[in-house]
């Protein structure tokens, strides 16, 4: 069988030991310390961001400084320079080779007018007839610089000999 078993609950508890108690409040102390240490090291996280910010503000405010409104004289300028650009860029040595290469001999040319803002060209030119006009402005349509090339007007010479045909053709030129 088996012994009986005794309980006595009204016996006092043993209180905790002293170096218990002592390493209990030790730890309190060390964890009060380190709570401390870790609010001021956010503190100084948060002074060094905000400074960091403020100066990578003021970078790219000098870096995107708002650009002042150009007075008319600079307007002017610039206007006069596009200008300047737009003439010294014309392909005059491949416009005047595809003009001046056609191989018939029925189309005289006359003159040729610029107008580099548009990027236009305009051929006058006296054809024998109104077909040779037609395979001229056939021939410039074909062209690998020329685009658009257009009869703005001809009218037949009936007082001349032969009445040859006087016409005009706008083209636009452009990049290969």
Request: charged share 20%; with cysteine.
């Amino acid at each position: 069988m088996m012994p009986d078993l005794h309980i006595d609950f009204g016996q006092r508890q043993q209180r905790p030991a002293r170096a218990g108690i002592a390493l209990l409040g030790v730890a309190l102390v060390l964890t009060c310390v380190a709570v401390v240490h870790f609010w001021s090291a956010q503190d100084t996280r948060e002074r060094q961001d905000a400074a960091l910010d403020a100066q990578r503000q003021a970078s790219f405010v000098k870096s995107h400084a708002p650009k002042t409104a150009p007075t008319p004289a600079q307007k002017l300028a610039q206007t006069q320079a596009a200008a300047v650009l737009r003439e010294l860029t014309v392909p005059w040595q491949d416009l005047l080779s595809i003009v001046e290469d056609y191989r018939n001999q029925d189309v005289a040319l006359i003159g040729i007018d610029q107008n580099p803002a548009l990027s236009q060209i305009r051929i006058t030119a006296e054809a024998k007839n109104l077909d040779a006009m037609v395979a001229y402005l056939r021939y410039l349509q074909t062209s690998v610089l020329l685009r658009q090339a257009v009869l703005n007007e001809h009218l037949v010479e009936t007082n001349v000999p032969g009445n040859p045909v006087r016409f005009q053709i706008t083209a636009v030129w452009g990049k290969p």
